[in-house]
């Protein structure tokens, strides 16, 4: 049956039936929503990619998620286990999990703790390479306590144990569906890559990989009067721009997602009144990297790591506060990212109680003061306007990923660098290079032959322990461990390692934050990083369309169950 | 003619097999990772793992070796077991040429555009021919004349104004400043999943390919007009087609017979090269009207450096680059009698 004919069979359904007022399921008939990055696979194990975990998270649920601000809140489990509630044990290592009776696959067979123990094995796999190991990071055993219990034990105390079975990323897989798929097996098996069988408010009718996916309302999910939508098509393909038109100006789908647009242009076509934009914040930040080590090409293999030396001048604190209080945030957000920015001036600038104030200085932007520093520290400007002190320039090679929107930013900081006297080089480079991990490249971020280097990151749910843990000593990439590593900026700082595992061994939610705030504080006011831009997802829904909650702390089609048409 | 033929698909093994390897060189050397696009929260030993289970800590001479298995031996296996029914040794272990993004077999992903790709790009390069033809035809008979002069101006248009552009444009035109409501409203969003059953979405299918085939025959359609008009100038101003005019013959037996048949030649050499174009689909064209075929699996594929993929379908369009190539050389033997291989 064609989707138009299906469509407009539900629409004479739901036209008999809207007296019932969204109280059966599948009254509100088709659902449209494009990604314009196309989904290859409903196996979030085997794809980490967020088009595809966002994809199967209609499908396949976790035990806990994150709604829309920030809280972990039971999903297929009764409740969070806490220390208090005595679901954490008192020693931090192990948490027990209740699943709510009566749950059932969208095959009609019972949902049990053996599914989840199978869940944890079959992403632990040595041979899966399984995409969401982090999620399983210390876990020594799970185990199947009864049919609705699950423990989950820890090699050491975990403060946060909500790694495993919680958020988008760590949904549950059928045990009778993917045994036969472990390890080696796992990339091989399509037909379960592509339908798996969940406990999520719709299954997967057809699957085309980078392209649609065709679902439908899962007879037996948990809700009954659940989903409103009978089917949906799940679209995939061509730009930010053409899912935003499709949204917003021809009115075609419902919902599209990550809509990173020039502002304006998104504005104007909001403007038509055939839908709105939405935004949300969660932890992504926009920063540059400073290189504390000399990334000089005359020392070969030593280029760029600890051994080759530091700086030659991005370690002289005045040089790095000065770069930063030349730029113009609010200008850099206004330009690029519109309802999707605001100015920061935090590499942890969320959720709230994280967030830290103390280096506020930056929100404004002061290149007399930049300047003035400068002149204060003996970097004085030479005959071509740029500044040097005892024969080094202050010269710079600023390189990021190639996007449209950065190689805006990239114009805008060198032209304020420029004003205080600092030349620079800018210099972008193809995502998949840039971020891919290629040996043989010298242009992978992880290398970082260049002076200054800007990308996003964030973390997943809302404990930044594992994020705040990226800067210390044993994170430094270096050619003894194949440049992996997440220290960019080379920072080694005994007191912020001690910090690291301070946070680790404290559980107090008000102690945490206050040791991660210190952390944030330390690498701002040391100068590892420039952050720029606090960013935020942007997606845009019809005016028929309710009950979207956009969420940036987990899949924002985390509660499409309760999306419904309004009139 | 025989010989001839057998002799150059002989030749073709040796060719093929170099292109493969050529391609599987210099994607091995390009600076990409599969693992590149992931989110950053997945850390840089997941990673590193991730690559392991995707066969990318083998060295390069054992890849290669086991891609040539999987795409010579194992791929034409399936195909006969699925056309037959029947099961050849051990089906089940047998590894397929997988891609790394979907983690299925790139032959299966194939076969599921080709509908797509055949119908849009296809349909269009139909159109472009039946355009191009007569506009070729009329505008070297009028030589000079406000057709011809229209004509030229046309195909130039259409050469040099990339698809990108005449596509977002019709997509404002038709999708956004028409409403969906009226009957001239065009889906700017090509519905791969939709089947053609009955009279009603027979129409729902014209009107979303009607976009991009437009586009499309635009840009064929001038291209090969010039060629047409190129050629039968060079023909119309032969001896034969006096002799033919002096022998008394209406003028439409002239141009239509005579100066037509023999102008045909070269260009349908030109048709038959430009016929693996279409299963290369349109990169561009596929994705703005997003219609998914084999030139979004392509670009997708780089983008993500799945290079099984990559590799695959670079590969099927050498072969059939190849094949068309000696298509073309055997047509332009049977078309023109004087040109003998053997």
New interface residues.
Partial sequence: ?????KTLLATAAALLTTTAAHAERGSDGHLNI?YWQ?S??L?PF?????KDVEASSMVIEPLGRYDEKGNLIPWLAVDIPTVANGGVSEDLKSITWKIQPGIKWSDGSDFTAEDVVFTADYCMHP????????KFADVEKVEALDALTVKVTFSKPKPHPYGPFTGG?SPIIQKAQFQDCMG?K???C?EQ??GPNGTGPFRVT?F?????I?MEANPNYRDASKPHFATL?F?????AA?AA??VL?????DYAWNLQVDPTVLADMAS?GKGQVVSAFGTSVERLMVNLTNPDSALGDQRSTVEGGPHPFLTDAAVRRALSLAIDRQTLSDVGYGEAGQPTCNVLPAPAIFASTANDECLVQNIDLANQILDEAGWAKGGDGIRAKDGVRLSILYQTSTNAVRQDTQALVKQWWGQIGVETELKNID????????Q??P?TF?KFYADIEM??????GTDPEKYMSNWTCGEI?SPAT?W???NMPRYCNEAYDALAAKLAQTSAIDERAAIAKQMNDMLMQEGAMIPLIHRGGVSAHSNTLGGVLMNEWDSELWNVADWHRTN | MFNYTIRRLLFTVPTLLLISFIIFLLLD?A????????????????????????GLGEPIHIRYLLWLQQFFVNEPLNLIEEWWGIQIGDAENR?RV??W?????VV??VV??MPQTLWVVGMSYVVGILIALPIGIISAYKHYSWFDQIGTFVSMVGFSIPTFLTGTVL?VLF??LID?SSPFWL???Y?????V?DW??FV?QVKQMAMPVMVLALFNAAQLSRFMRASMLDNLSQDYVRTARAKGMKERVVLLVHVLRNSLIPVVTVIALGVPQVFGGAIIT???F???GLG??LI?GV???DIPLVQTLTFIFAVLIVLFNLIADLIYGILDPRIRYD
């Fill in positions: 049956m064609s989707v138009l004919k494009i196309a290859s696979i196996n085997l794809s980490g990619g967020t041979e899966g390479g399984c995409q969401q190991l982090t990323e080696a796992a990339p091989e399509t890559n592509f057809e085309r990989a980078n392209d649609v065709s098509t679209k995939g393909g061509g730009d053409a038109r499709s100006q021809t009115g075609e789908f038509a995502a998949a290079v840039f971020f891919g991990g290629d043989s490249s242009d992880q990308y996003t990151n964030n973390f997943n990439p194949n992996l590593g997440s | 050397l600076p990409n990772d599969p693992t590149g696009n992931l989110p950053m929260t997945i850390t840089p030993e997941v990673r590193e793992k991730i690559r392991i289970s995707l590894l997988q891609s993004a979907t983690r299925s077999p299966d992903l599921e555009r997509i999708s956004v969906s889906p700017s969003i519905d791969t999943t939709h089947r059953t009603s979405s729902v596929e994705q703005i997003k219609v998914n979004q699996l997708i983008q993500g450096a």
